[in-house]
């Protein structure tokens, strides 16, 4: 079972970038998504997520309006569209999932995205930095 982040790099402030995961030895139907980051020096930060059947979604204050997080479960991938780049979305970008076992555990909240950093599953992560 593995998940492997991909997509990072070096932008300029208002650049766009999509990261991707894919998900191997896993059906990913049964599965929450989610991205979250890390930026050295600060604690781990939930950025968005999907749930298992696509019932709910969350995305980070500061991210909402610029980054659109997708599924494709034919595929086994998952994506973070990010636009509009600042400065302060630097950091180390892991993708994670979790597999939904009981129909009502509740995975991904828009309120509590700090979920994302304790999912079972997790890739090796992407850097992405944005700087002038």
């Known amino acids: 079972v593995q998940l492997q982040a991909s997509g990072g790099g070096l932008v300029q402030p208002g650049s766009s970038l999509r990261l991707s995961c894919a998900a191997s030895?896993?059906?990913?139907?049964?599965?929450?998504i989610g991205w979250f980051r890390q930026a050295p020096g600060k604690e781990r930060e939930g950025v968005s997520c999907i749930s298992w059947n696509g019932g709910a979604t969350g995305y980070a204050d500061d991210v909402k309006g610029r980054f659109t997080m997708s599924r494709d479960n034919d595929n086994n991938m998952f994506e973070l569209q990010m636009h509009n780049l600042k400065p302060e979305d630097t950091g180390v970008y892991y993708c994670a999932a979790h597999r939904q076992a009981t129909p009502n555990q509740i995975l991904c909240s828009p309120w509590n995205l700090g979920l994302v950093g304790r999912y079972n599953l997790r890739g090796q992560g992407t850097l992405v930095t944005v700087s002038s």
């Open positions: 030895g896993l059906i990913l139907n049964d599965y929450n």
